[in-house]
């Protein structure tokens, strides 16, 4: 083929737990060299991705592919945005949340063949307080949780299950005041939990926040979790897991193009899952097919088939154990809790 197109592989080393040095080797061999010109470049600190992609995007590159989580994943979509240089997503991270809205295969073989056979679509994205984002934001619990998980220095799906277990029990819901805008602007106010602004379905790991959201509607989907007590709190976790937590009662849903959130104290919000501390107004949009992204058109949640299920039986193995230890150690009402299910049992 004439004229190959010109791809760079940037590759975060230390993110996830996926073996980086056997993604390379697979690259070679799979990738198709009579469609790409290809060329691998490594992290070396925080903010080296966003570098690496703005210099390719100055080359003319056609492509560039993140091979890493979800943060590497930012670094590059944010220089990519509004440019002809497409994202492309081989997962190696811990949450994956973009890929496995995408449904970018996990499987680094089978990434690698999707971007020889597809060509780039366009998608939305986000702007937290002039700070992209591609899956989804917040403030409140998820912001705090994702901060103390930061803090934590521990990686990994079950160190952030045990992060939740620790904070949710003590964290205190906040009274939010929103002004949304879609054709007309309209006013409301919530005591939440938490508000999550969605541009694609889930957090990562299939922890589905926003079952519904779509990348290439024009419109971000807005959950807010009202104030709830432990029982409940298990009742959501399994509805998360399993996509259905817009059937809740402590959940509401507005969909919109823009939001402000005002709170009464300064303090964290998150973005694609990293925490940063900001003011009492934050302002959400989304804009519209801003990103060019190498993926097949589907997107949102599979079907959950067995394979899943057995997934979330796998994660709720761990979780009822690790709650367990963590609500015995954490306070008087988990103690409590435990003890009326054993008698129970």
């Known amino acids: 083929m004439n004229n190959p197109k010109k791809i760079v592989f940037v590759v975060n080393p230390i993110s996830g737990t996926s073996k980086k040095k056997t993604i390379i080797k697979q690259i070679d061999k799979y990738i198709d060299q009579e469609r790409f010109q290809f060329q691998i470049e490594y992290t070396e600190y925080k903010g080296h991705a966003s570098q690496i992609t703005k210099n390719a995007v100055g080359q003319g590159v056609d492509i560039v592919c993140a091979i890493g989580g979800d943060g590497t994943v930012n670094e590059v979509a944010s220089e990519l945005v509004h440019t002809n240089t497409a994202l492309a997503i081989i997962p190696a991270g811990s949450g994956n949340g973009l890929a496995r809205h995408l449904?970018?295969?996990?499987?680094?073989?089978?990434?690698?063949?999707?971007?020889?056979?597809?060509?780039?679509?366009?998608?939305?994205y986000g702007i937290i307080n002039q700070t992209p984002f591609f899956c989804t934001c917040g403030v409140g619990l998820d912001a705090f949780i994702s901060q103390k998980f930061a803090e934590s220095g521990k990686r990994g799906f079950l160190s952030y299950i045990e992060n939740v277990l620790k904070h949710a029990l003590s964290y205190n819901p906040e009274f939010y005041q929103l002004d949304v805008v879609n054709e007309q602007e309209t006013h409301a106010e919530y005591k939440a939990a938490l508000i999550a602004c969605a541009n694609a379905s889930q957090y990562g790991n299939n922890v589905y926040i926003a079952p519904g959201a779509s990348v290439t509607d024009g419109l971000m989907d807005v959950i807010i979790v009202e104030p709830y007590n432990m029982l409940e709190a298990t009742q959501m976790g399994y509805q998360i897991m399993h996509g259905t937590l817009h059937k809740n009662s402590h959940v509401k849903k507005l969909q919109c193009k823009s939001i402000r959130i005002?709170?009464?104290?300064?303090?964290?919000?998150?973005?694609?899952?990293?925490?940063?501390?900001?003011?009492?107004?934050?302002?959400?949009?989304?804009?519209?097919?801003?990103?060019?992204?190498?993926?097949?058109?589907?997107?949102?949640?599979?079907?959950?088939?067995?394979s899943l299920q057995n997934s979330v039986t796998t994660y709720y193995n761990n979780l009822y154990m690790k709650s367990e230890q963590i609500i015995e150690k954490s306070s008087d009402k988990g103690k409590k809790l435990l003890g009326i299910k054993n008698h129970k049992e």
């Open 103 to 124: 449904r970018i295969p996990q499987d680094a073989i089978r990434a690698i063949k999707l971007i020889n056979k597809c060509d780039p679509i366009p998608i939305d």
């Open 262 to 306: 005002r709170r009464n104290e300064e303090g964290p919000i998150h973005y694609d899952g990293d925490p940063m501390t900001t003011g009492k107004i934050i302002d959400v949009s989304i804009v519209s097919k801003g990103l060019y992204v190498v993926f097949d058109g589907k997107e949102g949640m599979r079907k959950i088939g067995e």
